[in-house]
Structure formats: C-alpha cells, structure tokens
C-alpha cells in the first residue's frame, strides 16, 4: 500500500524528471536555428505542482511502471509534446498564448501557435520512431488519441454551452 509519505516522495522524484524532460527537450530543440527565440519556462517545485501536476502525476505513473529510465524521460518528453499541441491548438482556437514553451518575436498568436504545433509535432514523431522499435504503428494511435481528445473536448464544450443557455 503506498502511504502519503511514499507517495509523496514519488512526486517528488517525478518533478526532478520532469525537470530532466525540459532540459532535454530544451536540448533536443538547440539544433533549430530561431532556438534563442524558443522561451520554454521552468519552474521551482510549488510552480510545477500547480502548473504541471498531471505530468508529474503521469510521469510517476510510469516510473511505477517500471520503464527503463531513459525510456521514462522519453515517455516524459513526448508527454511535453502532446500538451503543447494541445494547448496550441486551444490557443489557436481562442486567439490566446498560454502553456510553457513559447516563440517570442511572433506578435500574431495563430502564427506563434501554428509553428510551435509544428515544431512539437515534429519532436514527438523523433522520439515515437525512439520508442517504437517493434513498428507497432504508436504514431497513428497518437494522432488518433489527439483526435479523440479533441472530440471530448468540443462534446463538452457543446455541453456547457447548451447548459448555459437552455438550462439556466
């Protein structure tokens, strides 16, 4: 049985890998030329708890996993892609700039959103072809859950806005 204690610990643990995730995807995007206009924040401990609890959460998870260390950090790295795509996209969507990686020097947020779904599109595929040594054709099932993520998403958009004017 895990206690608080150990559970905590566990966090604890994952926010450091967490932190090894950014370096390394602060590393994996140095090779791009417009890198110095690549702004991705870090945080102390209390500021990735609030902002980036559900991928140190997922990142423990795996680790519970018992997945190889370097595969961990890859999992986590791919993590960091999908929530950036997804928050893009939202961006996009609401005309906003939110999230943890951004591109400065681009005042037109859809362009700054636009390239930065690609850039991170392109870094998860790099680490998928990493991870996929069996060819199990993981890339599709990504996009696919994007997708279903998406579709959830607007569901319950839809929901809450027929709450907001029929039900109220």
Do not use: P
């Amino acid at each position: 049985m895990y206690t608080t204690s150990k559970f905590m610990k566990q966090l604890l643990k994952s926010n450091k890998i967490y932190n090894k995730v950014i370096k390394d995807v602060r590393k994996d995007l140095s090779e791009l030329s417009f890198f110095d206009k690549i702004e991705i924040q870090e945080e102390n401990l209390k500021e990735n708890f609030k902002k980036n609890f559900f991928s140190i959460f997922m990142l423990s998870l795996i680790e519970f996993l018992e997945a190889e260390k370097e595969d961990i950090v890859k999992y986590g790295k791919c993590l960091f892609s999908l929530r950036g795509i997804i928050t893009c996209t939202d961006n996009i969507i609401d005309n906003e700039s939110k999230g943890v990686i951004f591109l400065n020097g681009i005042k037109e947020k859809t362009t700054e959103n636009t390239l930065l779904t690609l850039l991170l599109q392109k870094n998860l595929e790099k680490i998928i072809f990493e991870l996929d040594v069996e060819n199990t054709g993981i890339s599709n099932k990504v996009l696919e859950s994007i997708y279903l993520i998406h579709y959830v998403w607007r569901e319950m958009m839809n929901l809450k806005i027929y709450q907001l004017y029929y039900i109220i």
